[in-house]
T-cell receptor, first 116, second 112 residues
Framework: DAGVTQSPTHLIKTRGQQVTLRCSPK?????VSWYQQALGQGPQFIFQ???????QRGNFPDRFSGHQFPNYSSELNVNALLLGDSALYLC???????????????FGQGTRLTVV | GEDVEQSLFLSVREGDSSVINCTYT??????LYWYKQEPGAGLQLLTY?????DMKQDQRLTVLLNKKDKHLSLRIADTQTGDSAIYFC????????????FGKGTSLLVTP
């Protein structure tokens, strides 16, 4: 079992560009959540996808959008990149909704995004 | 969102016990978690406690919850150098759809 896999591992983008990050959930999981972790900070919840729909959203602007595919994998898209978007982006997978979607969540290694 | 506060740094000697503390402000917090993050790695769930419990033990880990004071602690017995990492406290509740709300993390350094 490969666990949660994220790609790419590192990425450098220029301010104003757009970026797409990818996440494949752990086998058997159908829910994907995305978090942003700035340097020296705790992760902040961006949004959660279940059954190909955004189910929960944190306090992030609509420059941050996502998608979930029928095979449960997910993408995080960020438009009009700002320097402040530089962070580690973590994907977590779990099964189902509600509290169980977080008590049994597995995190990927993350994608380190640097905006210059 | 509501605040989750942790001390930023803790240093202990190998073999001693480590106690990492966390306070939170949301009285509706239902689950409280401890995660571990090693350099260059994602987050590893160590343990979680439901808000109607006051203690949970799992091998070397003991979690204590004081719901009245909104205080959570993680005790690591017989701390090893491999325990050096950043430890995050997090809470979740139904108001936010159980999304995890993390503290800034406590960096634990274990010295030989």
């Amino acid at each position: 079992d490969a666990g949660v896999t994220q790609s790419p591992t590192h990425l450098i983008k220029t301010r104003g560009q757009q970026v797409t990050l990818r996440c494949s959930p752990k086998s058997g999981h159908d829910t994907v959540s995305w978090y942003q972790q700035a340097l020296g900070q705790g992760p902040q919840f961006i949004f959660q996808y279940y059954e190909e729909e955004e189910r929960q959203r944190g306090n992030f602007p609509d420059r941050f959008s996502g998608h979930q595919f029928p095979n449960y994998s997910s993408e995080l898209n960020v438009n009009a990149l700002l320097l402040g978007d530089s962070a580690l982006y973590l994907c977590a997978s779990s099964s189902g909704q509600g509290a169980g979607a977080y008590t049994e969540a597995f995190f990927g290694q993350g994608t380190r995004l640097t905006v210059v | 969102g509501e605040d989750v506060e942790q001390s930023l740094f803790l240093s202990v000697r190998e073999g001693d016990s480590s106690v990492i503390n966390c306070t939170y402000t949301d009285s509706s917090s239902t689950y409280l978690y401890w995660y571990k993050q090693e350099p260059g790695a994602g987050l590893q769930l160590l343990t979680y406690i439901f808000s109607n419990m006051d203690m949970k033990q799992d091998q070397r880990l003991t979690v204590l919850l004081n719901k009245k004071d909104k205080h959570l602690s993680l005790r690591i017995a017989d701390t090893q150098t491999g325990d050096s990492a950043i430890y995050f406290c997090a809470e979740s509740n139904s108001n936010s759809g159980y999304a995890l709300n993390f503290g800034k993390g406590t960096s634990l350094l274990v010295t030989p």
